[in-house]
């Protein structure tokens, strides 16, 4: 049996379709937007709203950073110029601030003028206030704790000085020079040279230490029978003056 072929579709019938379902759309949307219309314009308020609040928060937070760091570095000048007296007031006033590094820089800066002045032990209280405030940045209570503990060496026992610079003495460790020193420092005044020569060598090679103190552990590790005739070639190799040459200059 023959099938009848599909009537065309009338274009006029096609237009009526897709005018009754765009005005169903437009319908749906009104409807929509007498419900939920001021809610969205709300929720878009709100957003705007905390958008600048976090906005104006930054730029405060930036704001406060900036002077704070101006006012540091006022008293720092002030303090290089010899006028303390006057720099500390400022210093204090930072260590206020509310910024946790500023006010260890702040704190640590006290504990220097604190030591020129010959109140060690004021300043070993300021430097382990900074040591023991876990909002300080881990590096600079490594600095702080390094600056204690060679403000404290001559009090504290070897074994104990050598417990707490063992942290340090990692070979990647970037306090390493300073540790080191005062580390194998502490194995002579226990009467173990013989780990203390070691550790002047390997502190000896080590071009991160500035070449005084390089110069030292070089002479050191010699005194104590280790092997220095490699330290040489390892500085010019590096580009770097060998530690001999820095002590002659």
């Known amino acids: 049996m023959a099938t009848n072929p599909p009537a065309p579709i009338d274009p006029r019938d096609d237009a009526f379709i897709r005018e009754v379902d765009a005005e169903y759309r437009r319908d749906e949307v ?5 419900r939920y219309g001021r809610w969205v314009v709300l929720a878009i308020g709100i957003g705007l709203a905390a958008l600048g ?4 928060w930054q730029a405060e937070q930036q704001r406060r950073v900036e002077a704070t760091s101006e006012r540091f570095s006022q008293a720092l000048d002030k303090v290089e110029s010899g006028s303390t007296p006057e720099a500390l007031p400022v ?18 800066t006290q504990a220097g003028i604190a030591v ?8 070993a209280g300021l430097f382990r206030s900074v040591v023991d405030d876990a909002t300080v940045a881990g590096p600079l209570r490594d600095a702080a704790k390094l600056k204690l503990l060679r403000l404290e060496y001559d009090k504290t026992a ?6 707490q610079l063992q942290p340090f003495m990692d070979g990647d ?22 780990r203390a020569g070691p550790i002047f060598l390997r502190l000896a090679g080590d071009l991160r230490a500035p070449q005084s103190v390089r ?8 005194v104590l029978g280790e092997d220095v005739t490699k330290l040489a070639a390892q500085a ?3 580009g770097k003056p060998a530690p001999t040459e820095a002590v002659a200059q």
């Open 173 to 194: 460790n970037p306090w390493f020079p300073v540790a080191g020193e005062m580390a194998a420092l502490a194995h002579m005044a226990a009467g173990s040279p013989e």
């Open 116 to 123: 020129r002045s010959g109140e060690e032990d004021k300043a």
């Open 236 to 238: 010019q190799a590096a």
């Open 91 to 108: 210093l204090a006033e930072v260590a206020k601030s509310g910024n946790d590094s500023y006010r260890a820089l702040s704190l640590m």
């Open 215 to 222: 110069g030292r552990a070089e002479q050191m590790a010699a």
């Open 53 to 56: 609040g976090f906005l104006y």
């Open 158 to 163: 070897p074994s104990e000085m050598l417990k």
């Open 30 to 34: 009104s409807k929509l937007a007498r």
